[in-house]
């Protein structure tokens, strides 16, 4: 038997089938537009929307001030400080001085200035020896050695030397070579001493009674004089044109004395029965050292006016020298001993050292002050040194 196959269906009934279902689409699709419209209906015309009830207002809520945050102090950052420093205690200005000596024995007595020379002599423990130097230069030379002795005697190019305490001669600066100055009389000699073309000293033609004379050799004639015979001992002549001066012990005092070579006068100018001596001579000017009163002083004596002052009324003085119108002297007012200038002109007083030990014994020739100071003390080295000063 064949199978039985289904029948096939018409055009008419798919046509039904699709319009019914159209139908059905458009009902449910009106169906929805009602449904919207009933739930949100649109407002008619006409008629105002209904004002919603206001919804009660909140109460404002009271924002407090604000308090301002405290500003917070920055803590500082911590440094730490570094170690002071100790600040260095300055170094003392004192006089503006040159060392011409250093750690030698100067011999008191042995110094002497002249033009841009300092002759000095240096005891040893067997004799001495002389030495010159040259302040421009710095430079030190020994001029002679052995038992001889300048004492300080220096000018017009010239170094006085006396060997063996007798015999005299004349060193001369330029050329180095010597002359002999005294005659050849075995005599003690002592004190010499240069100004202009002569050269002085003090001589003993006694035995054995001493007899003191004071001599002068003349450089360009050779010509050796006793102008003052039979004195008490001239110490430390000094000679300035017509003028001699020196001191002599007297009884239990001494006194200077002032010789007029063009009168042969001779003057006592120091008080008496005082102890008097150190004299020195510029021009008219004496400056001489006295224990008048009992108490070291200093005095200027003018050979025209014959008027004797006190140089510096505190204080002691000692040592004093004389060049025009400036003087030169030593003075312990401050405790220790310092130079001091005293101006004749200007009658002013002006301290030179100021270094914080002893200076003394100062001599000046134009604007240089040599001087012995002892602030190189040592142990081994107990003398004082020499030095230079340009006031």
Not at 16 to 40: K, N
Not at 142 to 162: D, F, H, T
Not at 309 to 325: E, I, L
């Amino acid at each position: 038997m064949d199978p039985i196959e289904p029948p096939e269906e018409s055009l008419f009934s798919k046509a039904l089938a699709i319009g019914a279902l159209a139908i059905l689409l458009i009902i449910l699709g009106a169906c929805v537009y009602v449904i919207y419209g009933y739930v949100s209906p649109p407002p008619g015309p006409g008629v105002a929307s209904p004002t919603p009830t206001p919804s009660p207002a909140p109460t404002p809520e009271i924002t407090p001030t604000p308090t301002p945050a405290a500003s917070m102090t920055p803590t500082p950052t911590v440094q730490i400080c570094p170690t002071p420093e100790i600040t260095p205690t300055p170094t003392p200005v004192y006089q503006s001085d040159v060392q011409v000596t250093s750690q030698i024995t100067v011999m008191p007595q042995g110094v002497g200035i002249w033009d841009k020379y300092i002759v000095y002599d240096e005891g040893l423990k067997a004799g001495f020896r002389v030495h010159l130097y040259n302040i421009q230069t710095r430079a030190d030379v020994v001029i002679a050695a052995g038992n001889v002795r300048s004492y300080g005697c220096i000018g017009s190019g010239k170094v006085g030397l006396v060997y063996n305490d007798s015999k005299i001669t004349l060193y001369d600066i330029q050329t180095k070579t010597e002359v002999q100055a005294s005659v050849d009389t075995d005599i003690p000699r002592m004190y010499p001493y240069i100004f202009g073309n002569q050269l002085i000293y003090t001589g003993n033609d006694g035995a054995t009674v001493p007899v003191y004379s004071l001599y002068d050799y003349e450089f360009d004639t050779t010509y050796t004089n006793s102008y003052v015979r039979d004195v008490p001992e001239p110490n430390e002549p000094r000679a300035d044109g017509d003028y001699v001066v020196w001191w002599y012990a007297s009884g239990s005092g001494s006194t200077v004395t002032v010789f007029d070579r063009s009168n042969s006068r001779t003057s006592a100018i120091s008080p008496a029965g005082a102890a008097s001596d150190r004299p020195r001579i510029s021009g008219k000017a004496i400056v001489y050292h006295s224990v008048a009163g009992g108490t070291d002083h200093v005095y200027l004596y003018d050979i025209a006016s014959t008027v004797t002052t006190q140089v510096a009324s505190t204080g002691m003085q000692f040592y004093a020298d004389v060049y025009g119108n400036l003087v030169v002297y030593d003075n312990n007012k401050d405790g220790v001993w310092d130079i001091y200038l005293y101006d004749r002109s200007t009658k002013q007083v002006s301290r030179l050292t100021t270094e914080p030990h002893d200076q003394m014994m100062p001599q000046i020739y134009g604007r240089y002050v040599v001087y012995r100071d002892n602030r190189n003390y040592t142990p081994d080295h107990q003398g004082w040194d020499l030095y230079l000063l340009n006031i």
